[in-house]
């Protein structure tokens, strides 16, 4: 069974009087243990689709299944759940908390979870950090690391929960072009040795070689699915 199924997805949203097709009719099966490149251009509905495989936002028309879960059926606090438990977030702007050390904005997502002890958040986020060349810099706050550190910052933060997907969208777009390559070399890495699947959007053909498939996306539209 595919780990996500799209099924003739369209979203429209209003502006005003003016309804925007972002996107219309999107069919896809995700696999687990795949790495995926959504490829195409501003507005071509690279993010939107990726909020839709994320359950940050519900499909206008057709169907989103995540890990078995029909999108459609859930209610709020079960989409809480599903992200929570199932789904890790990247972001090309890191979203981290700026108050917090390195250590606490990993282990963030285990205190929403509330169901570690003390002990076992502290073993998990030290893996994290240890696999992502970080360790050493646990104590420090996020103001104090490059972008390439605090970007691997945030793909521990969104493996601790040791979801079945991460999303990643644009996770090199404010990284220079060495940084940006380590980055995604860290990600294929964790894909491969945990068989994590990873999902992202780039604009950059660098960054697209290194995807098992890549979807390429124009006008809302899937225009090839290829390998």
Known sequence: MALVTIREVTKEY????????????VT????????????????????????????????TSGSVEIAGSIVGNLKDRDLTELRLHAIGFIFQS????????????????????????????KLRVDELLERVGLAEYKAHRPSELSGGQRQRVAIARALVTNPKIV??????ANLD???????????????????????????????????????????????????
Not at 97 to 110: A, C, K, M, T
Not at 210 to 220: M, V
Request: one cysteine or more.
């Open 167 to 172: 999303l990643a969208d644009e996770p090199t």
């Open 177 to 227: 072009s060495e940084t940006g390559g380590s980055i995604i070399a860290l990600m294929k890495e964790l894909n491969q040795s945990i068989n994590t699947t990873f999902i992202f959007s780039t604009h950059d053909a660098g960054v697209m070689s290194h995807a098992d498939r890549i979807l390429r996306l124009k006008d809302g539209r899937l225009e090839s699915s290829a390998s």
């Open 28 to 59: 896809l099966d995700v696999q687990a243990g795949e790495f995926i490149s959504i490829a195409g251009a501003s507005g071509s509905g690279k993010t939107t689709l990726l909020n839709l495989i994320g359950c940050v936002d519900t499909p």
């Open 94 to 121: 890191f979203n981290l908390v700026n108050v917090l050390d390195v250590f606490r904005n990993v282990e963030l997502p285990l205190l929403l979870q509330n169901n570690f002890s003390k002990h076992d958040r």
């Open 14 to 25: 209003k502006l005003g009087s003016v309804v925007v097709r972002a996107l219309g009719g």
